[in-house]
């Protein structure tokens, strides 16, 4: 199992994290979902029942962003399912995942690895196989999660800790400027889509008129990456 995520996952560069850490820092996972102008909440009707419920992200916005930062052409291929690397902890799903309602990693392209949607349910469910893409992921972007959920094994990952069975193509302490097999280009369209992501935040956070819009968490979110918007 290991073999089949090494060859077929598919991670953001290292350089398209550096540009642009996280792509939507309006959301996360359980938040509402609004309309494009911030002022009324999607809802779904059951025809069924004529029950109406209120919308909410579940991981669209996360693909949305994996993918762009990935430069996946449109539309996307079937099959494939965004990965949060640290993300949950508890493989019976009993429990909702504090990082993945965190804007601040929702969207963080390093926090996200694309793979064959048969090979997800591995990297939800088996901590060996999460342990070792977070590894990957330190190696490859030099970021481990600050959440105080998995302060435990952010530790023990940028102590150097390489697990059983670590994958000899990905990077390491002493080969830390390998690429994964599967690593996409740093390009002109990658370059593009970061410049129109920032100013759509830029536009979004100057719009008095979107009344429900987070600005002050937003502005939190880019202060906390550090990310500058001119």
């Known amino acids: 199992m290991v073999e089949l995520i090494e060859r077929t996952a598919r991670w953001v560069h290292p350089e398209t994290f550096r540009r642009l850490p996280v792509w939507a820092p309006h959301t996360a996972r359980g938040r509402p979902l609004y309309d494009s102008v911030w002022a009324r909440r999607y809802t779904n009707t059951k025809k069924a029942t004529k029950i109406t419920a209120e919308k909410f992200e579940g991981n669209v916005a996360a693909l949305n962003a994996l993918v762009a930062a990935l430069g996946v052409?449109?539309?996307?291929?079937?099959?494939?399912?965004?990965?949060?690397?640290?993300?949950?902890?508890?493989?019976?799903?009993?429990?909702?995942?504090?990082?993945?309602?965190?804007?601040?990693?929702?969207?963080?392209?390093?926090?996200?690895?694309?793979?064959?949607?048969?090979?997800?349910?591995?990297?939800?469910?088996?901590?060996?196989?999460?342990?070792?893409?977070?590894?990957?992921?330190?190696?490859?972007?030099?970021?481990?999660?600050?959440?105080?959920?998995?302060?435990?094994?952010?530790?023990?990952?940028?102590?150097?800790w390489i697990p059983v069975?670590?994958?000899?193509?990905?990077?390491?302490?002493?080969?830390?400027?390998?690429?994964?097999?599967?690593?996409?280009?740093?390009s002109e369209q990658i370059e593009r889509e970061i410049a129109k992501r920032k100013n759509k935040m830029k536009a979004d956070l100057a719009n008095a008129a979107f009344l429900h819009y987070p600005k002050e968490e937003v502005l939190s979110v880019l202060r906390f990456w550090g990310i500058d918007l001119e």
């Open 165 to 186: 069975g670590y994958p000899k193509t990905w990077p390491r302490p002493e080969q830390r400027e390998i690429l994964p097999p599967g690593t996409a280009p740093f």
């Open 73 to 160: 052409a449109a539309p996307k291929p079937k099959n494939w399912t965004v990965c949060h690397i640290w993300g949950y902890d508890d493989p019976s799903f009993a429990q909702q995942s504090s990082v993945v309602q965190d804007p601040r990693y929702f969207s963080c392209v390093a926090n996200m690895v694309w793979l064959p949607t048969p090979l997800k349910g591995f990297t939800d469910t088996l901590p060996e196989i999460k342990a070792m893409l977070r590894v990957c992921a330190f190696h490859l972007y030099g970021w481990a999660c600050e959440h105080p959920s998995v302060a435990e094994q952010s530790e023990k990952v940028k102590k150097g």
